[in-house]
């Protein structure tokens, strides 16, 4: 069975940001990748708006939302209230109604997400959002590290899926030494499906591996964005985007 990719826009975003006015467009680039063939758009907005912002997210939902066979994911930190124009994580999703959120731990001095939930501290913060976010119809990922009692735990407080949370995998190929890493994913997804979870992946994963990667068993969907707009650069999007729905169509 086929992985589903979703492309994350945060890189489009900033690169927009960096100057005054809408170029690069970020829908324009939406519709690019929806035409190239992905199964979903991922975005992960911050307080600090250096990427993604709530008006991204409210032209996406109207992008998006007549489209039966594309995902809309939002991503972020569910504990994130509102500042300034950014009106809070939790209300911009219910405002945007995604078909998936997921909820990752990271705080507003990090760069980007570098580990995932610990549930015995947050679990019963969670566990609330987490139902309301069902009850709404938003399927539920939480960001996780491969540990097996977290993931326990993640089944336990309500959640449709994990992430698991890629970033050292990726160093470890980098450094040419995957597979014990990879067998501790390995591990934790065969887990996590045991336990009625669905899993996706997510961080650092590029062309190089994912070939890899996209063995994992039984993942349903792969987030990548800062490789991906990479390659972009070199090889345009449309054909950047063709060359891992190639990697992600293992099994078919």
Do not use: W
């Not at 992960?44 to 809309?72: A, G, K, N």
Request: hydrophobic share 40%; with cysteine.
């Amino acid at each position: 069975m086929a992985i589903a990719l979703s492309v994350n826009l945060n890189k489009i975003a900033l690169l927009r940001n960096s100057r005054e006015g809408n170029f690069p467009d970020l829908i324009e680039h939406a519709e690019t990748c929806i035409a190239a063939g992905v199964q979903g758009i991922t975005v992960h907005p911050r307080p600090d708006q250096r990427h993604i912002r709530p008006d991204d997210c409210r032209h996406l939902t109207q992008l998006i939302t007549p489209l039966s066979d594309i995902e809309f994911n939002i991503e972020g930190n569910p504990f994130e209230g509102a500042q300034g124009s950014y009106p809070g994580f939790m209300e911009l999703v219910l405002a945007s109604m995604p078909d998936q959120a997921t909820l990752v731990p990271d705080g507003q001095s990090q760069l980007t997400s570098d580990h995932g939930f610990d549930l015995k501290t947050s679990g019963k913060r969670l566990a609330p959002i987490i139902a309301q976010l069902k009850n709404e119809g938003i399927r539920v990922s939480l960001f996780m590290d491969p540990d097996l009692e977290q993931i326990a735990l993640a089944k336990q407080i309500g959640a449709d899926r994990i992430e698991l949370y890629t970033g050292p995998f990726a160093k470890a190929y980098a450094e040419g030494q995957p597979l014990p890493i990879f067998n501790q994913h390995v591990a934790a997804a065969q887990y996590a499906t045991g336990l009625g979870l669905e899993v996706n992946a997510g961080h650092d994963l590029n062309l190089a591996n994912m070939t890899l990667y996209r063995h994992l068993p039984g993942l349903a969907e792969v987030s990548i964005g800062h490789a991906l707009t990479v390659d972009s650069i070199a090889m345009g999007m449309t054909t950047a985007i063709g060359c891992y729905l190639s990697l992600c169509a293992v099994g078919e």
